[in-house]
Every structure is written in structure tokens, then in C-alpha cells.
């Protein structure tokens, strides 16, 4: 069976007591999250297929929960090699809604190949999810994808944070409430901060410790966290909303003509080789070997 927990280090404690110690040492970073105290290992039985991880994104993930937040899981599962190689087209995306103790939850995993072409296609989104520091479920393909993930990152994932931007911002204007609006600050202080400091960090509050944000950023998430669909006109007016998303964005443009990353990823001969050794290890759950190192690497 794929283990569900993080490993703690070797030295911390003998193999029989390690489970709970990481259990321990999740719970308290999903509490701390604000992830309500439900058992999500249900959750992720329900899954069809093996789950290569699955964390928690959303709103838990960039700091700004409602109390009555939906816990959204994401992540990526490996389907037996029979559905790839027959005429039927595979059903790559699985999702799943359900409630578990009274909380709406909703897992959108995809099958490691597909997760694959995303992180190739400059899906800042699912870097995210793959480094969400909010693990419910990890193994070892999980923690080869994440230290692949440095040598994914590259100039062009400021258009997908622009972009997402943009999205959020015409839904704010549509509507008035906080959580468009929180959506459209945070991707483009996402975007800023990976331009500049070629590193993803989704979660808002660190943000605006970090890079430069307006002031009235904490005053927002904090109205959200009274109400869900609140409105943002209580906090700071549209004039000077528009005034501050304009800018950033001009910062997000300069900060991608500035910025070190280069425009294509390095490590796809890398990740090709992990989804082949994933998926030749069937049947059961794959536990690749050792990487074998491509030409292009040498």
C-alpha cells in the first residue's frame, strides 16, 4: 500500500512510531491551515484509481478560509496501462464531490501522465497543488515530482498568473465580493514574487510579508473569513482597487522582463522518465527504481 503521511527523518524515531509522528506532525499543519478536522484518508479511499498525492488547495492553501470554506483536494492518481494502450480514450480527470462530517469536499485528481503536460505547459496551478506544503497523502513519485519542480519553473508562468488575474478581476467587477478580488491580488503576487524570486508561494499572508502589497490586503482576509460572499465595498473603494490591480500587473510585466527563469522547462526528459518507470512498475502501485539519466542530462 502507498503510504499515506510524510516520512519523518530516520533518526526521529524507529519505523513502528514514525506513522504516528507524521500523522501528528500533518494534522497539526492542516489545523494550523485553517482545514477543518475531518477525515479526509476517507476521502482519498473513495478514489478509483491509486493516488500518486493528493493535498489541499483553495482557499486553505493561499490563507484566506471562510469558516464554512469547502475543503478542495488536488492531485494525481496512475491508471492501470490497459485504459492507455486500447481504442478507448482514457478518462484522464477524475472528480469526486462529496460531504464528510457535514464539510463539502471535492477531489479533481489527474492521471500522472496528464499532470505531467500540465507542468510542461507552464500551469502555474498545478505547481501549486504539487507543492502545497498540505499533504494528505504523498509516495515516493510525489517526492520525485517535487524536486523535479525547481527546473520546471519558467518566465512564461507569468502569463498564466496574469491571465488568472484577469479572469478574477472581471468576476469582481461583476459581483463586488472579496473572494474574486482576494483570487486577483493573490495570483499576481504570485506571479511577481516567482519572477523575482523563482519560487512559488500561493499562501497570501506570506505574500504580503514578502513582496510589496497594498496595506489593506489582511483587512480583506480578514473580512472574508466572516463571510464567504462578502462584499469588498466596506473596505477599500473600487477607485483605488483598480488603481493598485493596474499596477501590479505593470509590476508582474516588469517583473518577467527582468526576471532569471528561462523560457522553457529543463526537466522534461526527467519527467518523462519518472511517468514511464511510474507507470512500468504496474501492476500495483508504482515505486520507481533508480533514474535512469537521459542524454540531454549528461
Given at each position: 500500500?502507498?503510504?499515506?503521511l ?18 501528528t ?16 484518508s ?8 491509486p ?13 484566506f478560509?471562510s ?6 483536494l488536488?492531485g494525481?492518481?496512475?491508471?492501470p496501462?490497459?485504459a492507455l ?7 484522464e480527470?477524475r472528480?469526486?464531490m462529496?460531504?464528510?462530517d457535514?464539510v ?9 501522465r496528464?499532470?505531467a503536460r500540465?507542468l ?15 499533504v ?9 515530482l517535487?524536486?523535479l519542480?525547481?527546473d520546471?519553473?519558467t518566465?512564461?508562468h ?24 482576494l ?5 499576481l503576487?504570485?506571479?511577481?514574487h ?9 499562501h497570501?499572508p506570506?505574500l504580503v ?5 497594498p496595506a489593506?490586503v489582511?483587512?480583506l ?8 460572499h ?6 477599500v473603494?473600487a477607485?483605488?482597487l ?5 499596477a501590479?500587473?505593470a509590476?508582474?510585466d516588469?517583473?518577467q522582463a527582468?526576471?532569471?527563469?528561462p523560457d522553457v ?5 526527467a519527467l518523462?522518465?519518472l511517468?514511464v518507470?511510474?507507470?512500468l512498475?504496474?501492476p500495483?502501485?508504482p515505486?520507481?527504481g533508480?533514474?535512469a539519466v ?5
Open positions: 500500500m502507498p503510504e499515506t510524510p516520512e519523518s527523518p530516520p533518526e526521529a524515531a524507529p519505523e513502528s512510531a514514525r506513522g504516528l509522528t507524521g500523522a506532525e500533518r494534522d497539526a499543519v492542516l489545523r494550523a491551515a485553517g482545514v477543518p478536522a475531518v477525515d479526509l476517507a476521502v482519498l479511499a473513495e478514489a478509483d484509481d493516488l500518486v498525492f493528493a493535498t489541499v488547495s483553495g482557499a486553505h492553501l493561499y490563507g478560509p469558516h464554512d470554506s469547502d475543503v478542495d488536488r494525481s492518481h496512475l491508471l496501462t490497459a494502450v486500447g481504442l478507448h480514450e482514457p478518462e480527470t472528480t469526486r462529496g460531504d464528510r457535514g463539502e469536499t471535492d477531489l479533481v485528481s489527474h492521471d500522472l496528464k499532470f500540465l510542461l505547459r507552464r500551469n502555474g496551478y498545478v505547481l501549486e497543488q504539487l507543492l502545497s506544503p498540505l494528505v497523502h504523498t509516495t515516493e513519485v510525489h517526492r520525485e517535487v524536486a519542480a525547481p520546471l519553473l518566465s512564461h507569468a502569463h498564466h498568473y496574469r491571465g488568472f488575474a484577469r479572469t478574477q478581476w472581471r468576476l469582481f467587477e461583476k459581483t463586488g465580493e472579496l473572494k474574486p478580488l483570487y486577483t491580488l493573490r495570483v503576487l504570485t506571479g511577481i516567482l519572477m523575482t524570486g523563482r519560487r512559488v508561494q500561493p497570501l506570506t510579508g514578502e513582496v510589496a502589497a489593506y489582511p483587512e482576509i480578514a473580512a472574508k473569513e466572516a463571510a464567504e462578502g462584499a469588498a465595498g466596506d473596505v473603494d477607485a483605488r483598480r488603481a493598485d490591480v493596474e501590479l500587473h509590476r508582474l516588469a517583473a527582468a526576471t532569471a527563469l522547462p529543463g526537466a522534461r526528459a518523462h522518465d511517468v518507470r511510474a507507470r512498475a504496474a500495483g502501485y515505486e520507481p533508480p533514474r537521459a542524454s540531454d542530462e549528461r
